[in-house]
């Protein structure tokens, strides 16, 4: 098993920044991956970035790209969610989520390839 806690959300203006933290406990020797989620009210839950967790090799939605910036530490078994010149758009409830299944060829980028997530932080950016 794997657990996996979220910090760092809250309520900011648009064009501020948030960090999120997200703390794995557990197995982590297990862990392929490492991701961001997000879900807003009524819609699905869409992937925001991910991180490999040997190697960092990192992949994010066309959505956040050049704003987002996903990173980990693997001595403190924690990820980060860089989050710059937030949107009202990006408001939603962002959840960490970990794998220890390897899909060849993946990109990693559904929902369906974490078996482990937290609980979720809420983000809300204002316009």
């Known amino acids: 098993q794997v657990q996996l806690v979220e910090s760092g959300g809250g309520l900011v203006q648009a064009g501020g920044s948030l960090r999120l933290s997200c703390a794995a406990s557990g197995r982590t020797f297990s862990v392929y991956a490492m991701g961001w989620f997000r879900q807003a009210p009524g819609k699905e839950r869409d992937f925001v970035a991910r991180i490999t967790w040997s190697g960092g090799d990192t992949h994010s939605a066309d959505s956040v790209k050049g704003r987002f910036t996903i990173s980990r530490d693997k001595a403190k078994n924690t990820v980060y969610l860089q989050m710059n010149s937030l949107k009202p758009e990006d408001t939603a409830v962002y959840y960490c989520?970990?794998?220890?299944?390897?899909?060849?060829?993946?990109?990693?980028?559904?929902?369906?390839?974490?078996?482990?997530w937290g609980q979720g932080t809420q983000v809300t950016v204002s316009s």
């Open positions: 989520a970990a794998t220890t299944r390897l899909y060849v060829g993946s990109m990693y980028s559904s929902p369906r390839e974490y078996n482990y």
